[in-house]
């Protein structure tokens, strides 16, 4: 889960099951389901990682005539970097793309062209994931949840409504 209003699914081993040749197929039925049950329309974005999906999502799909896009690696030239505003890419707000303007990078583009040494060194571990992100590459892995891990104490307080610590 995203956020509340978002959801990545990895439906790869599932098309199968359901007779989907594609992962768009796969999506029209979810957005068929979801609005027979709920009675709303679903935007989805697909991608082969769910940064790409993410960018589908947001840059193509809520613009598309059948709320779907789709992103893959062989199209990032003509997506991904296509994108009018380093704000509109996943991950980089205002105030980091006024830093990245500072360096000279005014687009996705440029960020994909960019020196990742630099960008490591200005930004940490983030600019290195910026440079990856730019080229689209995302190694987030969707699996199980990893255990939640038990409490190791408990607190209960109460607020009195008054001091008590003299006698009246």
């Known amino acids: 889960m995203f956020s509340v209003d978002e959801s990545f699914l ?14 768009y197929k796969m999506a029209r039925i979810i957005q068929r389901v979801v609005y ?20 589908a999502l947001d840059n193509g799909a809520k613009h598309s005539p059948d709320f779907i896009a789709e992103w893959r690696y062989d199209r990032v030239p003509d997506t991904v970097w296509q994108l009018p505003s380093l704000t509109d890419f996943c991950g980089i707000g205002r105030r980091m793309a006024k830093r990245l303007n500072r360096l ?16 490591q060194e200005t930004f940490g ?19 199980k949840k990893a255990p939640h891990k038990a409490e190791k104490s408990f607190g209960n307080s109460q607020i009195l409504p008054r001091d008590y610590a003299r006698r009246d």
């Open 125 to 143: 571990v983030m600019g290195l994931q910026l440079y990856a992100h730019s080229w689209g590459i995302d190694r987030t892995f969707l699996g």
């Open 36 to 55: 027979n049950h709920v009675g709303i329309y679903v935007t989805v974005g697909i991608g082969d990682n769910p940064l790409l999906a993410k960018l």
């Open 10 to 23: 990895d439906v790869t081993a599932s098309l199968s099951y359901f007779h989907c040749e594609t992962a």
């Open 104 to 119: 000279g990078i005014d687009s996705v583009y440029e960020l994909a062209q960019a020196n990742p040494h630099l960008l």
